[in-house]
């Protein structure tokens, strides 16, 4: 494949790839009618689309640092869109998002405004700006912006600690996701799903990455939009359901009293949880609080997240770099405004009486009769237990784990098997696209901003890229390894990833556009005090340190909330203590302040 | 490329900072004023959704997206407008 035509004829490529897999879901569907079993099924999805993403990787393979570390900067605006808009939905948010939006109400929605609402953060003090600056990874502009190695070495430990307690959570789902289609364990699990993730990005770095991942988004928008569509108009609920469900909120609202919702259950399953919370019930005051201070958590992370920000270093200019911006955002709203409607239309299911699928407040028999919830009882992630002997199934006796509400939605409204099997190969491209993403971030600063920039800044081509291949695999290696040891609290350390990168990154990164006063003292202040602040605090409200009680509902999810001000006062103080940088600098920032011209860095810098 | 002056620099990037300070500001009020109202806002429906609801679910993420195209329509004028539009020489 010449490289040339192939950014040339991008859309064809990817028409024809989009055409072969619903073709597959086809396929699977026909071979479901004659009666193959759901496993093999299963396991026909997982391993078609881990194939082609190996293929594209492998197509990828390049030798060139321009290729390996930006992609040759050729990505052309909507496509980095899609690839950034996989990178960005992780596992968790494929699989999570619903099921929180389920169980937690308006306290959870919080992460859904904070997650889009980031962008405009990104696009308007980051990302056109860092392009400008050409530089291959986050620490790169850091250490050229503010000069001298701790500054650079400062942001590649904010960005490990960030990124690694992130990916660990992205390999524990892919893990998760083969296990069970493949019928191994969940330790086998975790290393056969690095094997799939390592395939796509060793050979080609952020160029392979970056075309496997607009393949991802294409899978995992399919699985999670279509799903959503079909159950909508096999129920009822409208053709397009996403404008249509306010009536359902509504009606949710009027059914919790009824349904007895906020009963304490009398029994526990480990895992599972009872649904007490109310789906729309915002009590104004602490409630409005806590949710506007766990948005801008998530925002001020989003716009500081390394691997997030170097997709935009694989534009082809500024111009395009800012667009992607606004595509990004379009194709992570598709699934971020479907989530909402899947969680409100799956729980009015259950609850409401008047449809054929409601199982609260129907004969206890007769639910646990019916297929799917014997299927998931079966592997533990929801259980019924008729606590007051009536017969009669009350809320407060079906317990269900938060993250099935998206793969058992299919079940519950009765759809073939075939659209669980593509869920499940949605769910496994978020989580690997995310995971490369992630592992990339990390090994990139660790060999060209540690070993090429600080340690060995002879090192030829052929030996970085060595060097950076060496690192990726032992990275994800230590990541999977982790991930094996099934450390609890695995699903936090995705908020967490935020906070880190919000409270040591955020403010360096702005400033160093923003503040032409920002010199290398106040940086360097800037990340350390913010950082500790924020991990010291975290250690002190986390049930697992010291469990301390939360000053002002600032709990363990939104500990950026006092690691952000620590850092922006530290840097201010700092920079103005100490001597103005230098006229070059000066007029480093004043020529990043302008979108044409050549880039601060040159190439293969 | 021609050489742009010191002045028309200034002058376009006094417009960035303005714009981007307009776009700040209504991304500020659809990020925090409108959902820690939502239990006020909820006493209203907008096409059968609580309107509280409605924006944290969907209206506060579809402003999001329109406001990152309004602002890329505005610079790109901006940056035009300066002469510093051009795209060549990136690489």
Redesign the interface.
């Known amino acids: 494949m010449i490289k040339g035509s192939f950014i040339e004829n991008l859309g064809r490529v990817y028409a024809m790839y989009t055409g072969g897999f619903l073709a597959f879901v086809i396929l699977m569907a026909i071979l479901e009618l004659f009666g193959v079993g759901a496993n093999t099924i299963g396991i026909l999805f997982v391993a078609f689309t881990v194939v082609i993403y190996a293929v594209i990787g492998w197509l990828s393979r390049t030798m060139q640092v321009e290729a390996y570390y930006v992609a040759g900067r050729e990505v052309p605006a909507v496509y980095n869109g899609m690839a950034t808009a996989a990178d960005w939905m992780s596992g968790a948010s494929f699989v999570a998002l619903a099921g929180g939006i389920y169980f937690g109400g308006y306290g959870y929605l919080g992460f859904v405004v904070g997650w889009t609402g980031g962008y405009v953060l990104v696009n308007s003090l980051m990302a056109p700006y860092l392009r400008k600056f050409g530089c291959y990874t986050v620490p790169d502009f850091i250490g050229t912006r503010y000069g001298g190695n701790l500054a650079r070495f400062c942001a590649i430990v904010v960005l490990v600690a960030a990124s690694f307690t992130y990916v660990t959570a992205q390999i524990n789902a892919s893990g998760t996701i083969a296990a069970r289609a493949l019928h191994i364990p969940f330790e086998v699990g975790v290393w056969v799903g690095l094997l799939g993730i390592l395939l796509c990005s060793m050979l080609g770095g952020m160029r392979a990455v970056t075309w496997t991942q607009v393949a991802q988004y294409i899978v995992l928008i399919i699985a999670y939009v279509v799903p959503v569509v079909w159950m909508s108009n096999v129920q009822g609920f409208g053709v397009i359901p996403h404008f249509s469900y306010g009536d359902a909120v509504q009606r949710i609202q009027e059914l919790e009293p009824v349904v007895g919702l906020g009963t304490a259950a009398t029994e526990s399953f480990a895992g599972l949880r009872i649904l007490t919370t109310p789906h729309n019930d915002p009590q104004g005051g602490l409630d409005s609080w806590k949710f506007v201070t766990l948005a801008f958590c998530m925002m001020a992370g989003t716009a500081s997240l390394p691997h997030i920000l170097m997709r935009y270093f694989t534009t082809p200019s500024v111009r395009a770099a800012r667009k992607s911006v606004a595509f990004s955002l379009f194709f992570i709203f598709l699934l971020y405004f479907t989530a909402p409607a899947l969680a409100t239309l799956t729980k009015l299911q259950l609850l409401d009486p008047t449809l054929p699928t409601a199982i609260i407040g129907q004969s206890f028999e007769a639910v646990s009769s019916l297929p799917w919830i014997q299927n998931w009882s079966s592997v533990g992630m929801l259980a019924l237990s008729d606590s007051n002997g009536d017969g009669i199934l009350q809320l407060n006796e079906f317990f269900m784990r938060p993250d099935i509400v998206v793969l058992a939605t299919p079940e519950i409204a009765g759809l073939p098997y075939v659209i669980s099997g593509l869920v499940a190969a949605g769910g496994l491209a978020a989580a690997m696209s995310t995971a490369d993403g992630l592992l990339l971030a990390i090994a990139n600063a660790l060999s060209h901003d540690l070993y090429y920039k600080i340690i060995d800044p002879k090192a030829d081509t052929r030996h970085r890229l060595i060097v950076a291949r060496v690192l990726l695999i032992a990275i994800g290696a230590l990541a999977a390894f982790i991930a094996s040891l099934k450390l609890t609290g695995i699903l936090g350390a995705v908020a967490w990833a935020f906070c880190f990168a919000a409270s040591g990154l955020f403010f360096p990164l702005v400033l160093g556009v923003w503040w032409k006063r920002a010199n290398t003292q106040g940086a360097i202040a800037g990340m350390v005090c913010g950082f500790v602040a924020g991990s010291a605090y975290l250690y002190y409200v986390f049930p697992g340190g010291m469990g301390g009680t939360p000053w002002l509902g600032i709990d363990h999810l939104r500990f950026a909330i006092i690691g952000m001000p620590v850092s922006l006062v530290a840097m201010v103080v700092v920079s103005l203590m100490t001597p103005a940088p230098d006229a070059e600098t000066q007029a480093m920032v004043d020529e990043v302040r302008v979108p044409s011209g050549k880039t601060i860095l040159g190439a293969a810098h | ?1 021609p050489e ?1 002056s010191q002045d028309a ?1 200034q002058r ?2 006094a417009k ?1 900072r303005s714009l ?1 300070i307009l ?2 500001a209504l ?1 500020f009020i ?3 004023i409108v ?6 806002l ?1 006493s209203m ?6 309107l ?3 924006f ?3 209206g ?3 402003v ?2 329109l ?3 309004f ?2 329509w505005r ?2 004028a901006i ?1 035009d407008e300066a ?9």
Not at chain 2, 35 to 40: E, I, L
Not at chain 2, 45 to 50: C, L, M, V
């Open positions: 490329m742009i620099k376009h990037w960035t981007t776009v700040l991304w659809f990020s925090f959902p820690w109202f939502a239990k006020d909820n429906t907008f096409i059968g959704f609580p509280g609801y409605y944290i679910v969907q506060s993420l579809i999001f997206v406001l990152i195209f602002q890329n610079q790109d940056d002469g510093v539009g051009s795209e060549s020489d990136q690489q």
